[in-house]
């Protein structure tokens, strides 16, 4: 059908694109799985929600401006289009400024709450120390990402993303496994390869801007209701993300408590949905373009449509997932460590692994929706109301049940954010389209 095609043709490549990201997640976790002590796996796992934490916080700068830019090319408003790119640079510029100078303080603060062992902290401390520099570079590919998709141009998403994670594996194996670089070398790669991607998506912004025609303009830049519109929406996603990568922190740090053994069997499984959830976004992303152009012209039709059709193709794909993990989960996680109490600590979980895309894909769906719509303090509201039920749920169920507790906990969290957000979807719906 050519609605499953214009779909398809936005997906895809974003669905390549994504899981080069967890890909890239997945050779950090194999290298580090390799060494002779699960304290590196467990190292890793904790520098990278830290910086889970840091950059999804200000993942606002991808969505908004997807959102809000999809709007205003559905407008024809190629003035409007590059004035929210430029209010998101400024804003990821400042940001990386504020992140390096409260830098220590940051690494202080998440030492006093994930509580890892001593060692795993010391790893942990040299990984931030080295990556935190890349903050410029990776605040500004948020903004560049999220501005490039709403032009519709998945293919120049996927071009930058891949080079981003194909530079970062190659020096990640280059570092560590050929110049014993440890976990410093992994994060010294994760910069170097940042900053290529910004020099890469800022030549594709060229091109772009040459195609759209139009100017800066100061006063469209500096618009100070846009300027406050764009800060309301900042702030709802910016909860809403840290709501999320709370509920991942959580989990992570409960992990922790019970060993690093535990630890570094959760962060492996952790890697099945990580790459679950990069892939499936690419419909996210999709509905998010195409309902965001279909706000934008007060087309409903067009909105329905895209809706429905990503939504089939993702749960489709959704499915897809489970039945790999069934059917070779044992062995992905084989790929992940040679460590055998980690690989029967990982295969005692791995069902969780294989339940949650069925479970998930609902709640990226409906995100993707409501991005598009730009409706977002409805995401901030919904995904507080499940984390305050999953918290209280996770430690219950936790002294039930142990690790599968904890599994079931943040399996049943995946669920609220879908069922809260579907219940108020036909009202904000219909006040969009009033």
């Not at 089939?312 to 084989?334: H, N, S």
Request: hydrophobic share 55%.
């Amino acid at each position: 059908m050519k609605a499953d095609a214009k779909v398809w043709a936005l997906a895809l490549p974003i669905i390549l694109s994504n899981i080069t990201v967890p890909l890239l997640g997945a050779v950090d976790a194999a290298v580090m799985g390799h060494m002779d002590s699960a304290a590196y796996l467990g190292a890793v796992a904790v520098g990278g929600l830290i910086f889970d934490y840091i950059y999804w916080g200000f993942g606002f700068l991808r969505l908004a401006t997807t959102g809000l830019a999809s709007q205003a090319l559905g407008r024809d408003d190629g003035d409007e289009a590059r004035a929210v790119f430029a209010r998101a640079g400024l804003i990821a510029l400042v940001g990386a400024m504020g992140l390096w100078i409260g830098q220590s303080l940051i690494f202080q603060l998440a030492r006093g709450l994930l509580e890892a062992s001593a060692e795993v902290e010391a790893l942990a401390e040299a990984y931030f120390t080295i990556r935190i520099w890349s903050a410029p570079a990776a605040l500004m590919n948020y903004a560049l990402i999220g501005w490039i998709l709403a032009r519709q141009d998945a293919r120049g998403v996927l071009i930058q993303q891949v080079s981003i994670n194909v530079i970062n594996v190659v020096l990640d194996l280059w570092f560590v496994m050929g110049m014993g670089y440890g976990v410093k070398g992994v994060a010294l790669a994760t910069v170097i390869a940042q900053y290529g991607g910004l020099l890469i998506g800022l030549i594709r912004l060229k091109g772009h801007l040459n195609a759209l025609g139009g100017g800066w303009q100061r006063q469209r830049i500096f618009d100070l209701a846009q300027i406050k519109r764009l800060m309301g929406m900042n702030v709802d996603l910016f909860i809403r993300t840290i709501c999320l990568l709370t509920s991942f922190a959580w989990f992570t740090a409960q992990g922790a408590k019970m060993g690093d053994v535990v630890l570094a069997a959760n962060a492996i499984l952790l890697q099945f949905q990580q790459f679950t959830s990069y892939a499936l976004d690419g419909f996210a992303h999709a509905v998010e373009v195409l309902s965001g152009h279909g706000v934008g012209r007060k087309d409903r039709v067009s909105f329905e449509r895209a809706v429905k059709q990503s939504t089939r193709l993702a749960a489709f794909c959704a499915l897809a997932f489970a039945g790999v993990y069934f059917v070779a989960g044992e062995a992905i996680i084989g790929l992940f460590t040679n460590l055998a109490p980690v690989i029967a600590q990982a295969e005692t979980y791995l069902i969780w692994a294989v339940i949650l895309p069925v479970v998930s894909v609902w709640s990226y769906q409906l995100d993707g929706i409501y991005f598009g719509l730009t409706q977002t303090s409805y995401l901030r509201n919904m995904i507080i109301v499940s984390l305050a039920i999953y918290l209280p749920l996770s430690l219950f169920l936790l002294s039930l049940y142990g690790n599968h507790g904890l599994w079931a906990a943040f399996t049943i969290f995946m669920g609220l954010r879908a069922i809260t957000l579907g219940m108020t979807y036909p009202k904000v719906k219909q006040k969009v389209f009033a």
